[in-house]
T-cell receptor, first 113, second 115 residues
């Protein structure tokens, strides 16, 4: 699985958009980009995933660059409850060794009042 | 639906004791995972099971064994606990059948302290 690089921490003002970057320069063609977050020692929570098109759901938007070597998770209107560690993961399709998911250390997003 | 259920939620062991962490999911997922998380660290994969009857090592398998008992259950065993195994353990599952890129569902975690 491709490795990812994320900044260790970011701040964001409440009500503003939070843009969390992720570099995955070794991503291969069949690997998806996943985002999860973990709020204070709870189990991680799925946010969104994509392959090459931009994706949006009720929680966030995912922007993947055309060369797929980086992506940005956007929380459009951050609230204090969005304070969490955000993990970016890339992985291949199901089957064999590509089935495992490796989490890095993520980005600690601190939403400030 | 309960999702992913882990037991116990808290456990204190003495060095050298053994124990098994239990995990069960009711979502009919084929893949299951065990992670550990040390304070201030990200999650590290211990073992995973791509499907019933198969298991494989992750990043940090030493000192652990696993059993995929059936499709629902995936247990993690510490044969001789060491203080370095003090951590929070998370079980997760997901559906990877039919070409799906399934999302991971996590349990609430099991907090283990080894004295």
């Amino acid at each position: 699985d491709a490795k990812t690089t994320q900044p260790p921490s970011m701040d964001c003002a409440e009500g503003r958009a939070a843009n969390l970057p992720c570099n995955h320069s070794t991503i291969s063609g069949n690997e998806y980009v996943y985002w999860y977050r973990q709020i204070h020692s709870q189990g991680p929570q799925y946010i969104i995933h994509g392959l090459k098109n931009n994706e949006t759901n009720e929680m966030a938007s995912l922007i993947i660059t055309e060369d797929r070597k980086s992506s940005t998770l956007i929380l459009p209107h951050a609230t204090l409850r969005d304070t969490a560690v955000y993990y970016c993961i890339v992985r291949g399709n199901y089957g064999g060794a590509t089935n495992k998911l490796i989490f890095g250390t993520g980005t600690l997003l601190a939403v400030q009042p | 639906n309960a999702g992913v259920t882990q037991t116990p939620k808290f456990q204190v062991l003495k060095t050298g004791q053994s124990m098994t962490l239990q995990c069960a999911q009711d979502m009919n997922h084929n893949s299951m995972y065990w992670y550990r998380q040390d304070p201030g660290m990200g999650l590290r994969l211990i073992y995973y099971s791509a499907s019933e009857g198969t298991t494989d090592k992750g990043e940090v398998p030493n000192g652990y064994n696993v059993s995929r008992l059936n499709k629902r259950e995936f247990s993690l065993r510490l044969e001789s606990a060491a203080p370095s195994q003090t951590s929070v353990y998370f079980c997760a599952s997901r559906d990877t059948t039919g070409g799906r890129a399934g999302e991971l569902f996590f349990g609430e975690g099991s907090r283990l302290t080894v004295l």
